[in-house]
């Protein structure tokens, strides 16, 4: 069975950092990809960062670009996103997801709306606040 597990949110002053984790089961990262999407109250769930070993590429959105790196460890199966200078737009719940059709493509999956993907994560609740 395909499972995605989210961990690693919490509460966090602004510029503070935060690693969140998605532990993937039931497929293998060599093969697939994995996306994450945030969703803040009244809002679309947009997609965040991405990786695939597939295509060989990690995405950002421009928001995030040089604050945020996403990372993947094989050896446990986990993608990780690292969160660094946190802005008081960042909150949000940050779900992993990933796809048995668009899964091995990083440009696929960013080019998809969220309910296009097919497996996702229960989500993490990332809050920003002095």
């Known amino acids: 069975q395909v499972q995605l597990v989210e961990s690693g949110g919490g509460l966090v002053q602004p510029t503070g950092s935060l690693r969140l984790s998605c532990a993937a089961s039931?497929?293998?990262?060599?093969?697939?990809?994995i996306i994450w999407f945030r969703q803040a109250p009244g809002k679309e769930r947009d997609w965040v960062s991405c990786?695939?070993?597939?295509?060989?590429?990690?995405l950002y959105e421009d928001s995030v670009k040089g604050r945020f790196t996403i990372s993947m460890d094989k050896s446990r199966n986990t993608v990780y996103l690292q969160m660094n200078d946190l802005k008081p737009s960042d909150p949000a719940v940050y779900y992993c997801?990933?796809?048995?059709?668009?899964?091995?493509?990083?440009?696929?999956?960013?080019?998809?709306?969220?309910?296009?993907?097919?497996?996702w994560g229960q989500g993490t609740l990332v809050t920003v606040s002095s």
């Open positions: 990786i695939s070993s597939s295509d060989g590429l990690t």
């Open positions: 039931g497929f293998e990262l060599d093969y697939r990809g």
């Open positions: 997801a990933t796809d048995p059709v668009f899964g091995s493509s990083c440009s696929e999956m960013s080019r998809r709306h969220a309910s296009d993907l097919e497996v």
